[in-house]
């Protein structure tokens, strides 16, 4: 049984990261430096306050991170402390089996739930530093998402879809028309722009919400075992969008079940009972995504 995926866990609303308001008061405080005990130093007079060059060739910097979910009476310890550095530009596959933690990090990831206990450094920025519209707003500007069950919004258009990261990032009607049609025509979908969900098959609805994902040019895409519900041929066509994107040099994270889907990465981390049992580099950060990843 997909323990993980029945659970009631934070979720983004389906357009990924409802927040308009600029990230401008924390944002100038990156890159405080760790103490010894792992921590940022907020108040710590004279250190500097930008993150060396050396920092931010980390886009995700997990540090002993632990979740501990509490039902009742009964703790659930879901991560049990993973330290994890992905390097700007690398396409990562977290692999592992259901309940091992995969999803629960991937929401830490993404700013979609904090961690219990340990850091989490994004492109840089320490996430504890930020209120939760702050954080909000750094998931619409930084992060795409995609999950396994689309999240499209039902009764609205691909292209309306498409368009609502941008709606709330602030930007008027033509500007938002015109870069969603764009993301749209990046996956193959300029055509279909008008249909519904519905409308759409489900390979078709996953590259909607992967358009949807990338429409605001973020650094880093985060996938939730994105084929998961697709055929062969749809699996192809999700692939070869990441492979393409990670090739733009976005930073790819995905967790998937299916080692051929992993294959294509350029580092696949295994997840076991919330910890971290392999990392293997498949294919350098540099260069093209492993394997079929461009065709
Ligand atoms: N909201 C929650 N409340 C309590 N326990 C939870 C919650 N979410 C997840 N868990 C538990 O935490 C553990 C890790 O769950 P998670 O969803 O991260 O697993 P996963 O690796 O993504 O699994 P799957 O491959 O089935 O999606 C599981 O034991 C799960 O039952
Ligand atoms: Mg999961």
């Given at each position: 049984?997909?323990?993980?995926?029945?659970?009631?866990?934070?979720?983004?609303?389906?357009?990924?990261?409802?927040?308009?308001?600029?990230?401008?008061?924390?944002?100038?405080?990156?890159?405080?430096?760790?103490?010894?005990?792992?921590?940022?130093?907020?108040?710590?007079?004279?250190?500097?306050?930008?993150?060396?060059?050396?920092?931010?060739?980390?886009?995700?910097?997990?540090?002993?991170?632990?979740?501990?979910?509490?039902?009742?009476?009964?703790?659930?310890?879901?991560?049990?402390?993973?330290?994890?550095?992905?390097?700007?530009?690398?396409?990562?596959?977290?692999?592992?089996?259901?309940?091992?933690?995969?999803?629960?990090?991937?929401?830490?990831?993404?700013?979609?739930?904090?961690?219990?206990?340990?850091?989490?450094?994004?492109?840089?920025?320490?996430?504890?530093?930020?209120?939760?519209?702050?954080?909000?707003?750094?998931?619409?500007?930084?992060?795409?998402?995609?999950?396994?069950?689309?999240?499209?919004?039902?009764?609205?258009?691909?292209?309306?879809?498409?368009?609502?990261?941008?709606?709330?990032?602030?930007?008027?009607?033509?500007?938002?028309?015109?870069?969603?049609?764009?993301?749209?025509?990046?996956?193959?979908?300029?055509?279909?722009?008008?249909h519904?969900?519905?409308e759409l098959s489900?390979?078709q609805q996953?590259?909607?919400?992967?358009?949807?994902?990338?429409?605001?040019?973020?650094?880093?895409?985060?996938?939730?075992?994105?084929?998961?519900?697709?055929?062969?041929?749809?699996?192809?066509?999700?692939?070869?969008?990441?492979?393409?994107?990670?090739?733009?040099?976005?930073?790819?994270?995905?967790?998937?079940?299916?080692?051929?889907?992993?294959?294509?990465?350029?580092?696949?981390?295994?997840?076991?009972?919330?910890?971290?049992?392999?990392?293997?580099?498949?294919?350098?950060?540099?260069?093209?995504?492993?394997?079929?990843?461009?065709?």
């Amino acid at each position: 049984m997909r323990i993980g995926a029945r659970r009631a866990r934070p979720r983004p609303s389906p357009e990924g990261a409802p927040a308009t308001r600029p990230l401008v008061r924390r944002a100038v405080e990156v890159g405080r430096p760790h103490g010894p005990d792992g921590r940022s130093h907020a108040g710590a007079p004279g250190r500097p306050r930008s993150a060396g060059p050396g920092r931010r060739r980390f886009v995700i910097d997990v540090r002993e991170v632990t979740k501990t979910y509490q039902l009742g009476q009964i703790r659930v310890p879901a991560l049990r402390g993973i330290t994890l550095r992905i390097e700007r530009g690398d396409y990562v596959a977290i692999m592992g089996s259901s309940g091992s933690g995969k999803s629960t990090l991937m929401n830490i990831l993404g700013c979609l739930d904090l961690p219990t206990t340990g850091a989490y450094r994004l492109d840089g920025i320490d996430v504890r530093q930020f209120e939760p519209d702050e954080l909000a707003d750094v998931r619409n500007r930084k992060i795409g998402f995609v999950f396994q069950t689309y999240n499209l919004v039902p009764r609205a258009t691909a292209l309306s879809n498409v368009e609502l990261p941008l709606a709330y990032a602030g930007l008027g009607r033509a500007d938002r028309r015109a870069r969603a049609l764009r993301a749209l025509q990046a996956v193959g979908l300029g055509d279909r722009a008008r249909h519904q969900p519905s409308e759409l098959s489900g390979g078709q609805q996953q590259r909607a919400a992967v358009a949807r994902a990338i429409v605001t040019n973020p650094a880093l895409v985060l996938a939730d075992e994105p084929t998961g519900n697709l055929d062969n041929a749809s699996t192809a066509e999700i692939l070869r969008v990441f492979g393409r994107l990670n090739a733009s040099g976005r930073t790819v994270v995905l967790i998937t079940h299916e080692a051929d889907v992993a294959g294509r990465a350029k580092r696949i981390v295994t997840l076991s009972d919330g910890l971290v049992t392999t990392d293997e580099r498949v294919a350098p950060v540099t260069g093209p995504p492993s394997r079929e990843g461009l065709r």
